[in-house]
Nanobody, 118 residues
Framework: QVQLVESGGGLVQPGGSLRLSCAAS????????MGWHRQAPGKQRELVAA??????SYADSVKGRFTISRDNAKNTVFLQMNSLKSEDTAAYYC?????????????WGQGTQVTVSS
């Protein structure tokens, strides 16, 4: 069981920046994919960014504005969010995806709220 704890959310003005952190209870080097998802009220949860090893991927809506990174020594994954827009307002969730003997395991954090508003 991997426990994930997000932090760094808050209220920011449009055009501002935030950095989210996701601290894992064990080595993230053993996790196949770490990701950030978000869910706005009334909408489905969507994948924002993911990192596997040093390979990253992003939703089209955040490309060029968000950057996902990892610090294996601290078992932490980050999401740097720049040029924030009102449509980025959502609860952001950290996810860990691991394959063990071919079986997939998904772990989620409790979420952190990001509100972009003037």
């Amino acid at each position: 069981q991997v426990q994930l704890v997000e932090s760094g959310g808050g209220l920011v003005q449009p055009g501002g920046s935030l950095r989210l952190s996701c601290a894992a209870s064990e080595s993230i080097a053993n996790i196949n994919v770490m990701g950030w998802h978000r869910q706005a009220p009334g909408k489905q949860r969507e994948l924002v960014a993911a990192i596997s090893g040093n390979i990253t991927s992003y939703a089209d809506s955040v490309k060029g504005r968000f950057t996902i990174s990892r610090d294996n020594a601290k078992n932490t994954v980050f999401l740097q969010m720049n040029s924030l827009k009102s449509e980025d307002t959502a609860a952001y969730y950290c996810n860990a995806y691991r394959l063990v003997s071919g079986r997939p395991y998904d772990y989620w954090g409790q979420g952190t709220q990001v509100t972009v508003s003037s």
